[in-house]
Every structure is written in structure tokens, then in C-alpha cells.
């Protein structure tokens, strides 16, 4: 593994999206070979982890100057889990109506989110960010229906802002250290706290938190299911991602207590949002808000693992909630048993068991180490949270079963199985060699207590959508609020 290695897979993968559209015969296919390309690639590099992180420069410059590519263990893990829920994604769509268009847009996307996962400086972050934005704004309003549109313009206008922060933050780092590489700016300690919390707050917003990604229960619930997966699963990812990579580099104090604290934020009160739906596709937005809680608390150690098994069980859900829409012509949960194929009857169970932490399922291992590592605010707020999903992930399975048709829609159905089998696959090669007592007993005893809330309060909460607070105008007027809030922090407090 080498720099041209890297090299030519993003070459290629620049290549493929724009082949579409003069071969759109085949527009179905091509997306596959790419994949296989990503694939072939990724499980070259597992096998020689020793090499890692590959790191090149292009035209020539040095590192301080030059766009630099920095692929690492974490790069691996999230485009990975971008290349597993694409994969999916495009089976699902087999079974669809779609035209070359959409997917040239998804394969762009997938594209986009590669060099997004390899950027390793500011510059570069921002412009695969503000790509990766235009393109998540016409694929949630891809069918021109009112309320996508609507969603995406919403999601535009916020995302808006936190780009303006960004491109505030990189001015001001840029003018006190005259480098954006993250490599570079690993050596400087003296860096300010106000350009850091400019591009961390950008960098919130764009990664599905409580009350700074107050864009993502309309444009998660309102996309097509398959965009809804991408979003939830991997789009969110993108700002994480640079939380992670940046947050270990500028090793602030500060930004450590505030993505602590947001995290815990985002884990309570999405969890609270999502008991009170009853549109499926709105409880599994409200749960993306809470999960992205858990990977801010376990930034440091854990976050990516647990970020890599979110990807694969909310595609699982999202994608399993798009069926049960396409079967029943609604997205709300009725409270009488809803019939359904086996396949879709099982995802869900799957997905539940991975959300709620169950041994051997997809992030148990890394979802218990992130609540045992945090402090014990932190602890009772992720049980708490841990309590909120099971809740409101009950209100979909304990209202449905099984028919004893097994399979109805061959390509959703392979699409499911296969999230399946790598969500089970992946959760019990990391979590049986690290089973004991305590981390069987723990997620088995909160699964168990959010069943009898789930049963006993089921018919006392009510049910509604938080309107005024995702407001927009409201929203604006809590990003001015927070970032004025800190700005004042920054200089009087710290």
C-alpha cells in the first residue's frame, strides 16, 4: 500500500460517478463496480493495518502548504461502514423506480464522502463538506414532493450557518498559525479556543446533535427511505468524523467539557423526543439524535467503533421502516398488530437488539465501554437515554408480527438480510472475548426495565411533535444564543 494506491482509488472513484450518465443502460451496475473497487481496496489495507496511516501529498508541495491525504484506522472504519450501507442501499433500489440521475447523485455522494474521510486539512474538510451538503439537499427532495422540499431547504439554510462558522474558524486558525493541516497544527498548543468552538459548533451542526442539528428529524422522516438510511447512517458521520480526528489533534480541555456535554445533551433529549412519536420514521430520526450522543462521549476511545455499528443497524431500521411504508401506504405506528414478511419482522428485531446494547449484536461491546469510561453524570444520562430507545424501539416491534411469508421483495429483502447478517457478524467477533457477567447482565437488566415502562406508561405519554422548538426561526435564534453564548465563554471564562 502506497500513495498511488491511494491515489488511483480516488481517481477512479471521481471517474465512475460521471460514467453514468453516458452509459445510462447500465446506471444500476456501475454503481456496483465501484463498490467492489472500495471493497477490494479496504480488505487490502485490513490486511496490512502495519502500514497504516498512508499518508501522501499532492502536486509536490510539502504537508504545510500541499493537500494532503491521511488515511487511518478510523478512515477505514467509516468508509467502511459508507461502503456497506451504499451497498445495501443500491439493492434496496433494485426494487425501485429510479432513473440515472439518482444514481449518479448516490454514487457522486459515495464519492464525495471518500475524500471527505481522507482530507486532512481545513480547507479541504470545508469543501467536501459543503459537496457532501449540495448533494444530501437534492436527494432528499429527489421525488419534488412539498414537504422534501421543504426539508431540504430547511436543512440548506442551517447548514448555512454552521458553513459560516466554519469558514470563520479556518480564517482565524489560518491567521494564527499560517497552516490548516492537521498534522501541522498537531504541533501547535497555543491555538485559541474562539476558532475551535467555531469549527466545532460547525462541525455539531452537521453531525445530527440536540439543538444544533435541529435540520435532521425533517429531512431524516421526509427523505425516501434509502436517502433516509445514507443520512442517518453515514451523512451524519461526516462532521463526526473531523470531531474525532481534529478533537485528538488540537487536545483542548475546553472542546473535551464541551463535546462531553453536548453529547449528553443529544443522548437524553433524543431519546425523550423519540418515546413521544408515532411515526416510525421520526422515532428513528429522534434515535439517530441520541446515538450520535454516545459517540461524543466516547469521542476519545470508543466513539468510532460505536460510529461504525450505528452506521449498520440504523441503515437496518431506516431501510426496515421503508418497507413497512411501502406496505401498509403510512409511516405510523397504529397500536393494533401490523402483519408482516418474516425478513422485515427479523431486520427490525435485529436492529432493536443492536440499539439497545444486547450482547454479541452490533456496538454492545463498544456502547457498554463508552457508559463504563464516563464520569457518573455521564453513566446515568446513558442509561437514561439506553432506556428512552427501548422504549420507543418497542413501540414499532411489540406492535407487529411475523406472517409466515417469508420473503416478499427479493432485492429489499437481500438488502435486509445483508445488513443483518454484518450487524450479528461484526457484533459477536468483537464482544464474545470480552463477555462477563457484568456486560451480560447490564444491557440485559436496562432492556428489561424499558419493556415494563414501555408497558406500564405506554398509555399516559403523549404523543406529539416538538413544532415549535425545530421551528426555524427558533432554530436561528438558538444558533445565535449558543455561539454567542461561547464566544462570551472563550473570552471571559477560559
Not at 422548538?469 to 444564543?481: D, G
Amino acid at each position: 500500500m502506497n500513495f498511488f494506491s491511494i491515489q488511483s482509488l480516488i481517481i477512479i472513484c471521481l471517474f465512475i460517478p460521471f460514467s453514468i450518465p453516458l452509459f445510462r443502460k447500465y446506471c444500476k451496475i456501475i454503481p456496483f463496480f465501484q463498490i467492489m473497487i472500495i471493497f477490494i481496496f479496504l480488505f487490502l489495507v485490513f490486511k496490512n493495518q502495519h502500514l497504516l496511516p498512508l499518508k501522501a501529498t499532492f502536486g509536490g508541495w510539502d504537508n504545510f502548504r500541499g493537500v494532503e491525504i491521511f488515511f487511518d484506522f478510523n478512515s477505514l472504519l467509516f468508509i467502511a461502514s459508507a461502503n456497506i450501507v451504499f451497498f445495501s442501499v443500491l439493492l434496496y433500489s433494485l426494487s425501485l423506480k429510479r432513473d440515472w440521475k439518482y444514481y449518479f447523485l448516490i454514487n457522486l455522494l459515495l464519492t464525495n464522502l471518500i475524500c471527505l474521510f481522507v482530507a486532512n486539512d481545513l480547507f479541504n474538510v470545508y469543501v467536501t463538506l459543503e459537496l457532501l451538503s449540495l448533494l444530501s439537499y437534492l436527494l432528499i427532495s429527489f421525488q419534488m414532493k412539498t414537504r422534501q422540499i421543504w426539508a431540504s431547504l430547511k436543512y440548506m439554510l442551517l447548514g448555512a450557518i454552521g458553513f459560516s462558522f466554519l469558514l470563520l474558524g479556518i480564517a482565524l486558525i489560518y491567521n494564527q498559525t499560517g497552516t490548516l493541516n492537521y498534522s501541522v497544527l498537531k504541533t501547535y498548543d497555543n491555538i485559541s479556543n474562539l476558532p475551535l468552538i467555531l469549527i466545532f459548533t460547525a462541525l455539531l451542526i452537521k453531525s445530527g446533535v440536540f439543538l444544533f442539528s435541529m435540520w435532521l428529524p425533517s429531512a431524516h422522516s421526509e427523505a425516501e427511505a434509502t436517502i433516509s438510511a445514507i443520512l442517518s447512517a453515514i451523512i451524519v458521520k461526516a462532521g463526526l468524523f473531523h470531531i474525532l480526528r481534529l478533537g485528538n489533534i488540537v487536545n483542548s480541555e475546553f472542546i473535551n467539557n464541551y463535546l462531553l456535554t453536548v453529547g449528553i445533551i443529544s443522548a437524553v433529549a433524543g431519546a425523550y423526543f423519540a418515546i413521544k412519536q408515532k411515526d416510525l420514521k421520526l422515532i428513528l430520526a429522534f434515535s439517530t439524535m441520541s446515538q450520535t450522543g454516545f459517540v461524543l462521549e466516547g469521542w476519545k476511545d470508543f466513539g468510532a467503533y460505536y460510529a461504525f455499528s450505528h452506521s449498520l443497524f440504523k441503515s437496518l431500521l431506516f431501510l426496515s421502516a421503508g418497507y413497512y411504508a411501502s406496505l401498509f401506504k403510512s409511516r405510523n405506528i397504529t397500536g393494533k398488530k401490523e402483519t408482516v414478511p418474516l425478513i422485515l419482522y427479523l431486520s427490525l428485531w435485529v436492529g432493536f437488539l443492536s440499539i439497545s446494547g444486547i450482547p454479541l449484536f452490533a456496538g454492545s461491546f463498544y456502547k457498554h465501554e463508552i457508559m463504563v469510561h464516563c464520569n457518573v453524570t455521564g453513566h446515568i444520562a446513558l442509561v437514561a437515554a439506553t432506556l428512552g430507545s427501548v422504549f420507543s424501539i418497542s413501540r414499532i416491534i411489540f406492535n407487529l408480527k411475523p406472517s409466515k411469508k417469508i420473503f416478499m421483495h427479493i432485492s429489499k429483502d437481500l438488502s435486509l438480510i445483508f445488513l443483518c447478517c454484518v450487524s450479528v457478524i461484526f457484533g459477536f467477533s468483537t464482544g464474545i472475548d470480552h463477555l462477563n457477567i457484568k456486560e451480560i447482565a447490564e444491557p440485559l437488566i436496562i432492556t428489561l426495565f424499558g419493556f415494563l415502562l414501555y408497558t406500564f406508561l405506554k398509555p399516559v405519554v403523549k404523543l406529539q411533535y416538538p413544532y415549535k422548538i425545530f421551528k426555524l426561526t427558533n432554530v436561528m435564534t438558538i444558533y445565535i444564543f449558543i455561539i454567542g453564548l461561547l464566544a462570551t465563554m472563550t473570552y471571559f471564562v477560559f
